[in-house]
């Protein structure tokens, strides 16, 4: 009698892992057209790059989703053909870029945090250089866990960076490493939980 092996959890795991990276792509690819479509500012989207979003309700992932500007929270839902509910009092307001977004089962209630740097580096987006903490910055090729320390010490004592160039200031980072690394940062004006006003 022949008895059949379904390959146990690691066959699981691995069809698992098969399938989210074709829906990480479907999603990748859908963000690229609703970003296409919803943007007349695509000339300078290189200097920004994507917005991602990670969406999930409670602690269970629903997806990720990449735009090429900030987008209202409807947007970033429809992308992930989810609807918003009719009680969520942020359906019209722009999400920051790079946020992960938990609606958490209560009446209304969505929370806003950043994004993870891990998520935002695999999708092929950026990382804020006036944001990222050390831990977020040493996850940058090019940049370890002790040049992240000297890059956020220059931030916190000298105020945001305006440009890359000013990451040469950093005592131990010249224009090589400099070259290396800024095409995986990107500059906003001010540091995460400020406002701009």
Aim: glycine share 12%.
């Amino acid at each position: 009698m022949m008895s059949h092996d379904d390959g146990g959890p690691a066959t699981s795991v691995i069809t698992g892992l098969a399938i989210l990276g074709l829906l990480v792509s479907s999603v990748v690819l859908l963000g690229d057209v609703l970003g296409r479509r919803n943007s007349e500012a695509d000339k300078d989207v290189g200097e920004r790059g994507a917005c991602i979003y990670e969406v999930s309700h409670g602690q269970h992932p629903m997806g990720v989703v990449c735009l090429r500007e900030p987008a209202r929270l409807s947007i970033i839902l429809a992308s992930l053909n989810l609807s918003v509910p009719s009680d969520i009092s942020h359906e019209d307001s722009v999400v920051p870029c790079d946020t992960r977004l938990q609606m958490t089962g209560l009446p209304g209630e969505v929370r806003w945090y950043p994004a993870a740097a891990e998520t935002i580096l695999t999708l092929g987006g950026k990382i804020d250089l006036n944001a990222a903490e050390e831990e977020d910055l040493s996850l940058v090729p090019g940049i370890g866990a002790g040049l992240a320390k000297k890059i956020v010490d220059h931030r916190r004592r000298n105020g945001i960076f305006l440009s890359m160039e000013e990451l040469e200031r950093v005592p131990g980072l010249g224009k090589r490493t400099r070259s290396k690394i800024e095409g995986f940062l990107k500059i906003s004006q001010q540091r995460h939980g400020e406002s701009g006003e």
